[in-house]
């Protein structure tokens, strides 16, 4: 729903959900979901603490969630010209391995250093 710019009507499904019945990787998804739709949404502060609770219990998956989630927080921080923190996430991209899209958000992540030093 998200991919069609129905955000309103994503987060209202996600709102809906019962996630105490999810598993792991469920609950994952459903924070990472909840925070993009949110940042897409114009609400990126919103976004912080689903994408706080990605990267810290996504350490040990081979998603995508916890690095790119890394990197939607750089970019954030870069927008609001907070480098030091926007460095810290990006850094912490970077840390995490066998997971799908790494090329890409190694990329990205290179590419935020950059443009912050």
């Known amino acids: 729903m998200s991919d069609g710019a129905y955000y309103a009507k994503a987060l209202n499904v996600l709102d809906s959900c019962d996630i105490k019945v999810f598993s792991f990787e469920e609950k994952l998804e459903y924070y990472y979901r909840k925070a993009r739709i949110l940042d897409d949404m114009g609400q990126p502060a919103k976004s912080i603490p689903f994408y706080d609770w990605v990267i810290k219990n996504g350490v040990k998956t081979n998603t995508y969630f916890a690095p790119n989630s890394c990197i939607k927080l750089g970019n954030y921080y ?3 010209n907070d480098k030091k923190s926007a ?3 990006y850094q912490k991209a970077l840390t995490y391995i ?3 899209y790494k090329n890409s958000i190694d990329a990205q992540a290179k590419a935020g250093l950059n443009r912050i030093q």
Request: charged share 20%; proline share 0%; no cysteine.
């Open 98 to 100: 066998n997971h799908e």
């Open 87 to 89: 460095t810290l996430y």
């Open 78 to 80: 870069e927008h609001i």
